[in-house]
């Protein structure tokens, strides 16, 4: 009014003070801090909290897509003498995780299905048993996958963000395939060889521990940005399915089917083999099956000379494989000690974390029998039971979704028979946010059906 500005006049000295006093600040806290960590650190956590209420889906996606190289970039951090790597490997992965259950749970409820009760009272057991026999650490290790399935059970995505996470979890695993070839055919052992020793992973004097070879078998199997070939097999297998049900690129495929191949992990193969045909012949997809499954078996007879699989094969056929007669002593082994043990010995006795601590401990690595031995016959049962219950779930649902989670329960129920994939909390979680996933949709879809028959 009357051509006067209405802004205060004392507006921008308020503005350029302020400014000059955060400086100050700042520069007077770098004097007397003595770590610029130890300053940093807690502005870093408001603006991640902050950044997870804000996007909480963005922020899943990229946690998600952290998980296949999460392990390397931890170890480098911790090779290159960076501090607080333990922090950090637990706040990139469980912590954004149950933030994003939460706020996810307070956006879109959550209504329990079947699965969600027999792997409830799974988990309730395994604690009731733990208070008596064992440790909250053995605990929290064995049954870390919880965390992933419930953020998928409150997870609602469009259709659009479900092709995009299913078309980037491919194409990240067919760029990690082919970046691990490099180290298997170019730089050799040493580099990783070097880093295991420098932060007591898998490696010992005479070099990397005996999974990253095999009988009759002189290279190196890849591992890619993951601990260890069988881990990466398993992250190839989920990435071939998810192709199969979202993609029809066949580069990608390739790709991942060259790292699925170099990893010589034989529970991956087996699950993939089980799965594709499963899924082709559900959705109607024989011609593309027969089609690729001659390319596949193509490959696999091209790449015998060239990574020298001859000998390989032939202690597979002869069964002469110490490693393939270990698997089998390990699930009987698992059986007759979980006869012998109805009601669990207890996690402080069997877990992989008893086995860090004392080499006395046993641990086998067969999943069914190993849960069997630490929490007994009836907790076993109730994780079959969730199992089933999903497989019962998804199968109804007919969807790209429902594929998908069919998929990864058939192949990974069948690869747990002689591993232990889900005690890999970055491969966990592939596997069960999309079975979680699917859970959840059908659930909605079951609400509405009841809403509109209401």
């Known amino acids: 009014m009357n051509g006067q500005s209405l802004e205060n006049p004392f507006a921008s000295a308020f503005r350029t003070s302020s400014v000059v006093l955060g400086v100050l600040i700042v520069a007077s806290l770098f004097i007397f801090v003595p770590s610029l960590m130890l300053l940093l650190v807690p502005f870093a956590g408001l603006a991640s909290l902050w950044v997870v209420f804000r996007w909480p889906l963005s922020t899943l996606g990229a946690v998600l897509a952290f998980m296949p190289v999460d392990f390397m970039v931890i170890a480098l951090g911790k090779f290159f003498g960076l ?29 329990p299905a079947a699965p969600d009760w027999f792997l409830l009272a799974c988990l309730a057991l395994a604690a009731v048993h ?37 078309r980037c979890a491919v194409w990240i695993v067919a760029v990690l395939s082919v970046l691990g070839l490099v180290e298997i055919f170019i730089l050799g052992e040493g580099p990783r060889t070097v880093l295991y020793l420098a932060i007591g ?14 009988a009759g078998f002189g290279g190196m199997r890849e591992a890619a940005t993951t ?50 045909p499963f899924l082709a012949i559900i959705m109607k997809q024989g011609k593309r099956l027969l089609m690729y499954a001659t390319l596949s078996i193509a490959l696999f007879v091209a790449s015998i000379p060239v990574l020298g699989l001859g000998d390989y094969l032939l202690y597979q056929k002869t069964g002469q494989d110490e490693s393939a007669e270990g698997h089998q002593d390990e699930v009987l082994s698992g ?15 069997l877990s992989a974390v008893a086995l860090h601590e004392d080499n006395n401990t046993r641990l086998f690595e067969t999943t069914y029998p190993q849960l069997s031995s630490e929490y007994g016959v009836v907790d076993v049962l109730l994780f079959a039971g969730f199992l089933f219950s999903a497989l019962r779930r998804v199968w109804q649902q007919q969807s790209q979704l429902g594929y998908t989670a069919l998929g990864i329960l058939v192949s990974i129920s069948l690869a747990m028979v002689v591993t232990l994939p889900l005690a890999d909390r970055r491969l966990s979680s592939w596997i069960l946010f999309p079975i979680g996933l699917a859970i959840q949709c059908s659930t909605r879809r079951d609400k509405v059906e009841i809403g509109n028959f209401g």
């Not at 501090?83 to 956006?107: G, H, N, Q």
């Not at 007759?336 to 669990?344: E, I, M, S």
């Open 83 to 111: 501090p607080y790597m333990t922090v950090v490997s637990v706040c990139d992965k469980e912590v954004p995780l149950l933030l994003v259950a939460f706020i996810l749970w307070w956006r879109n409820g959550f209504k």
């Open 130 to 166: 733990t208070v008596f026999d064992g440790t909250l650490v053995g605990l929290w290790t064995d049954f870390n996958f919880v965390i992933p399935y419930f953020v998928g059970r409150m997870t609602i995505l469009t259709q659009k963000q479900e092709q995009l996470w299913a």
């Open 201 to 214: 992973s898998e490696a010992g004097k005479g070099g990397l521990t005996a999974s990253f070879h095999g």
């Open 227 to 276: 601990v260890g070939p069988n881990g990466f097999g398993m992250f190839c297998m989920i990435a071939l399915i998810l192709w199969w049900v979202y993609c029809r690129n066949p580069l990608p495929a390739s790709m991942i089917a060259v790292g699925l191949i170099c990893s010589l992990t034989r529970s991956a193969w087996l699950g993939t083999a089980a799965a594709i």
């Open 335 to 349: 059986l007759k000690f979980a006869a012998d043990h109805p009601l669990g010995a207890g996690n402080k006795r």
